[in-house]
Structure formats: C-alpha cells, structure tokens
C-alpha cells in the first residue's frame, strides 16, 4: 500500500513531467512551416510590370468613330444619311428627348430647363448654328461644347446625323417666307 504522501508526490511528478513534455514539443505554426507561405513569400505587385497594350485599330473605340476634335469633326464629317421621313421622324424624336429640354421644341433656345441653366441654351434656328457646317453640329452633340454635354453615350452616330438632318429641316422651314393670307 502506498501511503498518501508518496501518491501526491507520484501526482505532483507525474504532472511535473507533462508540464515539460509540452513546453518542449513544438508551436503549432513552427511544425508546418508551409502553413505560413503567404506571408513569408514574395508579395505580388500586379502593375509593377505595365498591361499589353492594344495594338492600334484593332478594337473600335469611340462608336467605331475616330477620335477626333471639334475642328477636325467641322471639317472631315459629313452627314452620309439621306433625308427620308423615316430618317427625319427619328430625328425629331431623338432631338425631343435630348435637345428639346434645353432648346425647346422649336429650338430657340427657349426649352423648358433652359432657365435653371448658367448660360442660357443656344438658338438653334436664328444663331450662329444655321451658318454651321453638319460636322460642326454633330462634333457637337457627340463630344459636348461650352456648357452642353456630350451625347455620345446616348446616341449613336447615325441618330446624330438624324438630329442634324432634322435640325437642317427646321431651320430651313424657318428661313422660308411666310406668306400672308388677305
């Protein structure tokens, strides 16, 4: 039979010896060395090498249009539509839902926002804009000018050249004389 002191003593040794049985055996992290990779690697830097490039004119851009300013819009561009109905009703429909709110539906400037504006809006029919070259007006409507916005998000190259071919129409039906009745 063993006495209470030597079991408390073969208690106290016994823990004794797992104390330093785990003190000794490795850290978990240190076993796995792997298991820390990715922050003992070589850290990425994704545009320390620069993207490829695009060869030019391979891609499309801008609409399939070239670039190009309001100067060289003025003089290249030329309007390649025929001025059908069905190309005139689509560009008066395209001028209602862009242009009409600024410049009214008569395109005098006179649209229904055109007074919450900071420069009021152009007369499109009387101004300067009848003198205009189409490519002008529609470098214009494509890229914006002074404080009009651009448009080419909204609409493609060819309801551009619609709006010019409807705003042409209105201004031509302006410049025509009145004939008074009696």
């Known amino acids: 039979m063993i006495g209470p002191l030597a079991r408390t003593i073969r208690v106290t040794v ?3 010896a797992v104390a330093i049985a785990i003190a000794a055996s490795p850290v978990p ?3 796995f060395p792997w298991s820390i990779d990715m ?3 070589p850290e ?3 545009y320390a090498e620069a993207p490829r490039v695009t ?3 391979t891609i499309p851009v801008h609409g399939g249009e070239p670039p190009m300013s309001l100067e060289q819009a003025t003089i290249k561009m030329h309007n390649p539509l025929e001025p059908t109905p069905e190309n005139l009703a689509k560009g008066k429909d395209q001028f209602t839902t862009y242009c009409a709110p600024c410049h009214g539906e008569s395109g005098q400037g006179n649209g229904p926002v055109a007074h919450l504006l900071a420069k009021p809006p152009k007369n499109l029919i009387s101004g300067t804009s009848k003198d205009l070259p189409d490519g ?3 470098g ?3 890229d914006g000018v002074l404080s ?3 448009y080419a998000e909204e609409m493609p190259a060819d309801q551009r050249w619609q709006v010019v071919m409807y705003l042409r129409s209105m201004q031509s039906a302006a410049a025509k004389p009145k004939v008074a009745g009696n």
Request: hydrophobic fraction near 40%; aromatic fraction near 16%; charged fraction near 10%.
């Open 55 to 57: 060869p030019a004119d």
């Open 14 to 16: 016994l823990m004794i």
């Open 44 to 46: 990425v830097q994704p």
């Open 148 to 150: 009009m916005p651009s």
């Open 136 to 138: 002008y007006i529609y």
């Open 29 to 31: 992290g240190f076993c």
């Open 140 to 142: 214009a409507i494509r």
């Open 39 to 41: 922050y003992r690697g």
